[in-house]
C-alpha cells in the first residue's frame, strides 16, 4: 500500500514540474515579447483578424444576393472569432511589462489553452462550411449559366 502512496506522490511531483517549467517558459516568453503576446497566440490573432475581413466581405454579398444560409453561417463565424480575439487578448501583456505581469498571464494562458482551442476548432469548422457553401454555390450558378448560354466560351466547364 505504501508503495502506491509514493507512485502518487512522484506523478503529483512530476505533473507540479512539468506544470512549472511551462508557466516559467511561457512567462518568459510573454516578457521577451515586444508585443505582450506569446507567439502562437499572434499567428492565432492574425489569421483570426484576417478570417474576420474574408468574412465581412461574404457577408456583404450574402445580403446583397439574399443568400440567408450564408449570411447566417457569417454571424455564427463573426460570433465565434469575436470570441477568440476576446480570449486572446485576455492572456495578452498589456501597458508596462513586467515579469509578475508576464507571469499572472501566463498562469492565465495555461489555464485557457483549452478554451482557445476548442474556440479555434469551432473557427475551423465554421471557415470550413462557409468554404464548402461558396463552392456549391458558385459550382450552382455556373451549372445555371451553362444551361442559359450553353455557346458560353467563359462559362467554367463549358464544352469548346
Same mark, same amino acid.
Given at each position: 500500500?505504501?508503495? &502506491?502512496?509514493?507512485?502518487?506522490?512522484?506523478?503529483?511531483? *512530476?505533473? /507540479?514540474?512539468? /506544470? #512549472?517549467? $511551462?508557466?516559467?517558459?511561457?512567462?518568459?516568453? &510573454?516578457?521577451?515579447? #515586444?508585443?505582450?503576446?506569446?507567439? %502562437?497566440?499572434?499567428?492565432?490573432?492574425?489569421?483570426?483578424?484576417?478570417? *474576420?475581413? &474574408?468574412?465581412?466581405?461574404?457577408?456583404?454579398?450574402?445580403?446583397?444576393?439574399?443568400?440567408?444560409?450564408?449570411?447566417?453561417?457569417?454571424?455564427?463565424?463573426?460570433?465565434?472569432?469575436?470570441?477568440?480575439?476576446?480570449?486572446?487578448?485576455? *492572456?495578452?501583456?498589456?501597458?508596462?511589462?513586467?515579469?509578475?505581469? #508576464?507571469?499572472? $498571464?501566463?498562469?492565465?494562458?495555461?489555464?485557457?489553452? %483549452?478554451?482557445?482551442?476548442?474556440?479555434?476548432?469551432?473557427?475551423?469548422? /465554421?471557415?470550413?462550411?462557409?468554404?464548402?457553401?461558396?463552392?456549391?454555390?458558385?459550382?450552382?450558378?455556373?451549372?445555371?449559366?451553362?444551361?442559359?448560354?450553353?455557346?458560353?466560351?467563359?462559362?467554367?466547364? #463549358?464544352?469548346?
Amino acid at each position: 500500500m505504501e508503495t &502506491l502512496a509514493i507512485i502518487g506522490i512522484v506523478g503529483n511531483i *512530476v505533473q /507540479f514540474v512539468d /506544470f #512549472s517549467g $511551462k508557466l516559467i517558459s511561457k512567462s518568459t516568453e &510573454l516578457y521577451r515579447s #515586444s508585443e505582450g503576446a506569446l507567439a %502562437e497566440n499572434i499567428d492565432t490573432e492574425t489569421i483570426t483578424n484576417h478570417l *474576420v475581413l &474574408l468574412n465581412n466581405k461574404l457577408k456583404g454579398a450574402a445580403t446583397a444576393t439574399g443568400d440567408s444560409t450564408l449570411e447566417s453561417l457569417c454571424k455564427s463565424c463573426a460570433t465565434t472569432a469575436d470570441a477568440l480575439l476576446a480570449a486572446l487578448d485576455n *492572456v495578452r501583456v498589456k501597458g508596462k511589462q513586467d515579469k509578475w505581469k #508576464s507571469m499572472r $498571464k501566463a498562469l492565465r494562458s495555461v489555464w485557457s489553452k %483549452e478554451e482557445l482551442a476548442e474556440l479555434g476548432q469551432r473557427l475551423a469548422k /465554421f471557415r470550413e462550411e462557409l468554404n464548402l457553401h461558396v463552392v456549391v454555390n458558385l459550382r450552382y450558378t455556373n451549372a445555371i449559366t451553362s444551361i442559359v448560354y450553353p455557346n458560353n466560351i467563359y462559362a467554367i466547364g #463549358s464544352k469548346s
